[in-house]
Nanobody
Framework: QVQLVESGGGLVQAGGSLSLSCETS????????MDWYRQAPGKQRELVGT???????NYADSVKGRFSISRGNAKNSVNLQMNSLKPEDTGVYYC?????????WGQGTQVTVDS
């Protein structure tokens, strides 16, 4: 059974930092890319950033220069370092893994940025 577990969310003051982690288990297919999405209250889920199997990264314009995606130390894990956080970064952050067979979602972790 595939599981994706996000951690590291919480409450932070504007200008602060948080680091999210996504640990996976049960994935046997080759991973093409790992993404972070977020969903603010009343809004659609949006792509925050991606890291490919080759290590290439790309980010939403709204987080460029502030957020950074990297591979975790554990196999098939991914991190999201978030700096200079703004109130508009508030939302539930989801890990998303794309394999050659299908994609998987984590359950999400809440990030709240207080102004």
């Amino acid at each position: 059974q595939v599981q994706l577990v996000e951690s590291g969310g919480g409450l932070v003051q504007a200008g602060g930092s948080l680091s999210l982690s996504c640990e996976t288990s049960g994935i046997v297919s080759m991973i093409n890319a790992m993404d972070w999405y977020r969903q603010a209250p009343g809004k659609q889920r949006e792509l925050v950033g991606t890291i490919t199997s080759g290590g290439l990264t790309n980010y939403a314009d709204s987080v460029k220069g502030r957020f950074s995606i990297s591979r975790g130390n554990a196999k098939n894990s991914v991190n999201l370092q978030m700096n200079s956080l703004k109130p508009e970064d508030t939302g539930v952050y989801y890990c998303h893994v794309r394999t050659v067979i299908r994609a998987y979602w984590g359950q999400g972790t809440q990030v709240t940025v207080d102004s």
